[in-house]
């Protein structure tokens, strides 16, 4: 079962309708959040709300309601769906999203957007990425807007790799960024070395992974690494919300480390676990 909060009211997704006059289905404005939960709880809310809003702001869109009422109707459709999965069912994945609407003032921006919600039952990434590790495909390439997580993901799903164990990494003129979907970690010597920002999105887990790390005694280096860079790597890792920390084995033909999960990886996919219910909400 799906649910679907649109329009003041929760609906199943075969009910959930958007005019066609929305801008984010005529022009692409839109922008949106992707939440997990851990024991129906979601994480990491207040952080993927605020960058939300950012995210709206930088898009010149007028969010309908403020944090506190989207925080109340992402909880409440959690609830909803809750009280009719059996526990088995597992985690939920909820996608907020603030669309472009109907109107472009050119003073205010988007002045009537809309703020919908869907809710559905969280599909995790099969366990043999986690101890094999994936590959990611090299593209000279960026995201338009690298600061804001818009509803433009035409780049990521054009330039994807055939292989389902595959994802790309935007890598404009050799230096490394991020991932199509996912924020990206080299470990070299023992540290971490990922882009800064707003070269890049800013990642819920990925802030997660650099206090955590930091916290250990492990330094976090922010900068764009290289290609070129790739031989000396000891181990790389993406992050986000579904996929929490996973391993990457392979960047083109190029072999990561031994090209299995290295100790650093492990320790912080473990670290991040023992840790977890603290960004529940």
């Known amino acids: 079962m799906k649910l679907c909060y649109m329009d003041g009211r929760f609906v199943s997704e075969d009910e959930a ?7 984010l289905i005529q022009r692409g404005i839109g922008v949106f959040e ?11 809310l207040t952080p993927h709300l605020e960058r939300l809003l950012m995210g709206a702001k930088r898009s010149y869109i007028l969010p309908p309601f403020d944090i506190n009422e989207m925080r109340d109707i992402v909880r409440d459709g959690i609830n909803r769906l ?27 921006g988007f002045t009537k ?12 990434p099969p366990s043999e990425f986690y101890e094999n590790g994936i590959r990611l495909e090299p593209v000279d390439d960026r995201r338009d807007d690298p600061a804001t997580k818009t509803v433009d993901y ?7 790799p055939q292989d389902e164990h595959a994802e790309i990494l935007y890598c404009p003129g050799g230096e490394i960024t991020e991932s199509g979907h ?35 005694g492990i330094t976090v280096e922010e900068r764009c690494h290289l290609l070129s860079e790739l031989p000396q790597a000891d181990e790389a890792f993406i992050t986000g919300s ?6 990457v084995s392979r960047i083109g033909t190029q072999i990561i480390g031994d090209g299995r999960p ?3 990886t492990r320790f912080l996919s473990k670290l991040y676990l023992e840790h977890i219910e603290e960004w529940l909400e």
């Open 154 to 160: 035409r780049k990521a799903y054009a330039l994807s």
């Open 34 to 44: 992707t939440i997990s939960t851990h024991r129906r709880r979601p994480l990491m």
């Open 17 to 23: 309708r958007l005019p066609v006059s929305d801008l």
């Open 262 to 264: 290295g100790p650093v």
């Open 242 to 247: 579904v996929k929490k920390i996973l391993p």
């Open 82 to 108: 809750s009280a009719d999965l059996p526990d088995a069912q597992g985690e939920l994945l909820v996608k907020a999203y603030i669309s472009g609407g109907d109107v472009f003032d050119r003073a205010k």
């Open 182 to 216: 996912s924020s990206f970690f080299l470990v070299m010597n023992g540290g971490l070395i990922t882009a800064p920002l707003p070269l890049v999105l800013k990642g819920t887990t990925r802030q997660a992974v650099i206090d955590l790390a930091r916290g250990a």
């Open 113 to 124: 957007p809309r703020f919908f919600v869907t809710y559905d039952c969280l599909d995790l």
